[in-house]
């Protein structure tokens, strides 16, 4: 069945953290259905090889269509890196947006010639964001820095003791020293640390640019250049579908996604 306007919005992630994106479409979008899917079952993606993610990623894409989603996000920064094209391979005439791009462009638009990025490893050692920064301007400097504690930090709702205060002071301590004036926040779990960042960068201007945000943005203006803008004007149904722990899953959502889910499924994408 081809998808239409009434069609849900696929969204993907290793696991929870892509709920930065399901809340930020909610917010931009709120009345259209969204399926999710998280892979708890094989998270964290970004220590992983890109072959073994880009299986992953085909699995989960192969899901969201036969639910027959109108456009598929990457939230996963990780799969955006190693896999986007698996994922277009596969999704067809289907449109796919990742958060690479998206936050991309919003950090080009800010102006600035010095940018920092901050991702997993599996992120970072693939230079997707450097690349796609650097086709888009060349004389753009870019210093990026792993910051593979910072996942764990979040998921436990470490986001401003002391503890993560002194990791971020720590891993930030290249971009305060380098003239950095736009950072990309390269990973789904970072935007969760947004108002601790501000904090420790408080005498330094700092554009923070969340791609949470960002593919939100490049999904409204998607549906709407395609005509598949839902006409509904309820709100929009969140189905969310996960491989492992739905239960640990939904008591972990309200934290990346403002608000309680009500009913988690489990699936085996494999
Ligand atoms: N979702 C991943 C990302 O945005 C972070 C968690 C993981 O390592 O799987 O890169």
Known sequence: MA????????????GIGGLTVAKAVMDKLPNEDIIYFGD??????????????????????RFLLQHNVKIILIA???????????VENIAGKTPVLDVI???TKTAIDTGSNSIGVIGTLATIG???????????NPDIDVISKACPLLVPLAEEGWIDNEVAMKALDIYLSPFRNNGVRTLILGCTHYPLFKSSIRTLFKSHPLEIIDSADAIASSAKTALKTLNLV????????????????????????ERFLGRKIDHVEIVDPD
């Open 3 to 14: 998808s239409n306007p009434t069609s849900p919005i696929g969204i993907f992630d290793s």
């Open 40 to 61: 708890t079952a094989r998270v964290p993606y970004g220590i992983k090889s890109g072959q073994v993610i880009q299986r992953y990623a085909s699995q989960i894409t």
């Open 76 to 86: 996963c920064n990780t799969v955006s890196a190693v896999a986007r094209e698996t």
């Open 101 to 103: 791009e998206a936050g």
């Open 126 to 136: 693939s230079n997707a964001y450097e690349n796609a920064l650097k086709k888009k």
């Open 230 to 253: 839902n006409p509904s004007t309820s709100d929009g149904r969140f189905q969310c579908y996960v491989s492992d722990r739905p239960q640990r899953f939904q008591e972990l959502a």
